[in-house]
C-alpha cells in the first residue's frame, strides 16, 4: 500500500473517531451548561412534606363525605372559585375578577363522576371575607349550584348534605 494512502485512512479515521466525538461532547456539555436553570436553589433542608395535610376535624369530615358520596361522587379539598366557575371573556375587568376568585377559599368541592360537573360547594365562611362569601353565593346560584356553611369545626347535619346531593 502506498503511504499517503495510509496517512489518508489514518486521518480520517482520527477525524471521525477521535474529533468528532470530542467536538459532539463538547458541544452538549456547553449546551447543558448553557440550559442549566439556577433560578431555584434550595437545599434539601429547606423544604419538606408537611407531617399532616389535614387537620382531624377536616380530615374526619372528608371521611363523612366519602361516605356519603358513596363511590358516586368525587370531592376536593382546598379549592378555589376560579377552579368551579367560568367567567366569560367579555366581563369588564376580567383578569381582575379573575384573580379575586382565585383568593374565594372553598373548603369542599363534590363533583359528580359521571358528569364531571360540580353538584355541591361547602365551605367555613368565617376563613372568608363577608365580601367573599357573598360574591361566592352570587355565582354559585347563578351557576346553581348547591352551597353550604359549616361552621367552625366543620360541622354539618348529613341530611342536608344528602338532600343537596340528591337534588
Not at 361522587?73 to 367560568?86: F, G, I
Request: hydrophobic letters at 45%.
Amino acid at each position: 500500500m502506498n503511504a499517503t494512502v495510509i496517512l489518508s485512512y489514518t486521518f480520517m479515521y482520527f477525524v471521525l473517531f477521535v474529533i468528532v466525538p470530542l467536538v459532539v461532547v463538547t458541544f452538549v456539555m456547553t449546551c447543558i451548561k448553557f440550559f442549566q436553570t439556577t433560578d431555584v436553589q434550595m437545599a434539601a433542608t429547606e423544604v419538606s412534606i408537611k407531617p399532616h395535610l389535614l387537620d382531624t376535624q377536616s380530615m374526619e369530615f372528608l371521611k363523612t363525605l366519602k361516605t356519603i358520596a358513596k363511590g358516586r361522587y368525587d370531592v376536593l379539598y382546598d379549592a378555589s372559585l376560579v377552579n368551579v366557575v367560568d367567567i366569560d371573556q367579555t366581563v369588564k375587568n376580567h383578569d381582575e375578577v379573575q384573580e379575586y376568585m382565585e383568593h374565594c377559599h372553598l373548603d369542599y368541592v363534590v363533583v359528580d363522576n359521571e358528569s364531571s360537573s360540580v353538584k355541591l360547594v361547602m365551605t367555613n365562611p368565617e376563613e372568608s371575607s363577608s365580601d367573599q362569601v357573598e360574591f361566592i353565593e352570587k355565582c354559585l346560584a347563578y351557576t346553581g349550584v348547591q352551597f353550604i356553611k359549616l361552621d367552625r369545626e366543620k360541622h354539618c347535619d348529613e341530611a342536608l348534605i344528602r338532600n343537596a346531593l340528591a337534588a
